[in-house]
């Protein structure tokens, strides 16, 4: 029987909430199948962390982890006190250092869940955006001057280079070949002509190797409206780093909520370990009321789970989420009146 290490980051507010319950389902799915054994490290990094320590992760984070064969994240952040790029930073350097750079977040609308588009149902909202997670604005290049006078400025600038828009460009080709055979790019040639005028150079130079994926591109502005307008458009979408992430937190909208909505770091040449997420924050909020909604977070683990290739217990999990959600047993966000922890407990006994 394989075994697989898993590091279980809880993180900060909700985290630790839904993550708890990420990990029930996946204990559940490795006793029904036992085809896997699952070696689960809970990691205490966070806020907390830092309250005792003054970091936010521990000098060797990197270290520590790379041994691991994926990283299950719950949620970061408490900005009443500590800034969200301070409490980021480890994540971004994570993500860089184990070169993750494809961003994978599915919007899909599922059975039994209500859209806020009119008319709209779960023929038309399946699609998945691939965010470029390693360059663009997570390059820390510009600086601030004259701080404090009226003439301070700030310089940010992005960074693209071609071996990492190609890169993200193939693996969303090869997905588009696994699912609907279509491909849109997202930039801003007609703005910014140098970063985005490459892109899309680099899409014309990889079509003709792709003859099989019908292959479009859209400037950002017109891709949200016409998430909203069309979203039966769009299967597999690539975004540079910034327009991705402002396109998947639409994405989740359309698709029910952020709560529902799973995402995957990965480093597809399976060099360093992968890290699966929900895409939603930490809520400081509704930290430790017991309503946060842990779909997101247990959808996250079955992408895990794809991921090391133990893809009958992540249909399994899909499955049983949803038929869950089928069945209108949900948290306050969705109009149900169970707790995170009652969410939780039906999935994985319907699993």
């Known amino acids: 029987m394989k075994t697989y290490r898993i590091a279980v980051y809880p993180g900060d507010g909700i985290g630790p909430e839904v993550t708890a319950e990420a990990v029930g389902v996946l204990r559940a799915v490795e006793a029904k199948l036992q085809r896997f054994s699952l070696d689960c490290t809970e990691l205490p990094w966070g806020v907390e962390w830092w309250r005792k320590t003054g970091q936010v992760a521990p000098d060797d984070f990197l270290q520590v982890l790379r041994p691991f064969d994926a990283i299950l994240l719950g949620a970061v952040g408490w900005p009443a006190e500590l800034p969200d790029h301070l409490t980021l930073a480890p994540l971004v350097q994570l993500r860089q250092s184990f070169d993750q750079y494809a961003c994978v977040r599915p919007a899909r609308l599922l059975p039994g869940v209500k859209t806020v588009l009119a008319g709209k149902g779960?023929?038309?909202?399946?699609?998945?955006?691939?965010?470029?997670?390693?360059?663009?604005?997570?390059?820390?290049?510009?600086?601030?001057?004259?701080?404090?006078?009226?003439?301070?400025?700030?310089?940010?600038?992005?960074?693209?280079?071609?071996?990492?828009?190609?890169?993200?460009?193939?693996?969303?080709?090869?997905?588009?070949?696994?699912?609907?055979?279509?491909?849109?790019?997202?930039?801003?040639?007609?703005?910014?002509?140098?970063?985005?005028?490459?892109?899309?150079?680099?899409?014309?130079?990889?079509?003709?190797?792709?003859?099989?994926?019908?292959?479009?591109?859209?400037?950002?502005?017109?891709?949200?409206?016409?998430?909203?307008?069309?979203?039966?458009?769009?299967?597999?979408?690539v975004a540079s780093n910034l327009f991705g992430d402002l396109l998947t937190d639409l994405g989740g909208i359309l698709s029910g909520g952020l709560g529902l909505a799973p995402s995957s770091n990965l480093n597809p040449e399976r060099r360093y370990p992968s890290m699966f997420e929900p895409v939603h924050g930490s809520a400081p909020d509704i930290a430790g009321q017991g309503i946060a909604n842990p779909i997101a977070a247990i959808l996250s683990a079955a992408m895990l789970l794809d991921w090391l290739g133990e893809l009958e217990a992540g249909r399994r999990i899909r499955t049983a989420v949803e038929r869950v959600l089928a069945e209108g047993q949900t948290t306050p966000d969705l109009g149900g009146r169970l707790t995170t922890a009652e969410v939780g407990r039906r999935v994985a006994e319907a699993v």
């Open 122 to 237: 779960p023929a038309e909202i399946d699609l998945v955006v691939i965010r470029e997670n390693s360059e663009g604005e997570y390059v820390n290049v510009g600086g601030r001057f004259h701080v404090g006078h009226p003439d301070e400025s700030a310089v940010q600038t992005a960074v693209h280079t071609r071996r990492g828009v190609e890169r993200v460009l193939r693996f969303g080709f090869e997905m588009a070949r696994s699912r609907r055979h279509r491909l849109t790019m997202i930039t801003k040639s007609n703005a910014q002509r140098f970063a985005y005028v490459l892109w899309d150079e680099i899409l014309e130079e990889l079509r003709g190797q792709y003859a099989d994926v019908q292959a479009d591109k859209q400037h950002a502005d017109a891709a949200i409206m016409n998430f909203v307008r069309s979203p039966e458009r769009f299967d597999v979408v």
